[in-house]
């Protein structure tokens, strides 16, 4: 959130693979697409990725990225 608006929507896994990347990708695409935002974030423990679709981006970022981010 940002100044009480909801920016951007999160998911968490440890590692994305060819067994979860549909349940994790859909998952946050359909979130996404219920609260109207455009962008998305997974975070993992070491992978980094960027999804596009219908407007909307996913990025995929190593969760030490994420925590150095928010310092």
């Known amino acids: 959130m940002e100044k009480n608006v909801l920016k951007e929507a999160v998911q968490v896994c440890l590692t994305i693979n060819d067994e979860n990347f549909d349940r994790e990708y859909n998952g946050l695409l359909k979130a996404m697409q219920n609260l109207g935002l455009q962008k998305g974030l997974i975070i ?28």
């Open 44 to 71: 993992t423990l070491n992978q980094s990725d960027t999804f596009e679709k219908n407007g909307m981006t996913i990025k995929m970022i190593p969760a030490s990225e994420f925590l150095m981010d928010g310092i």
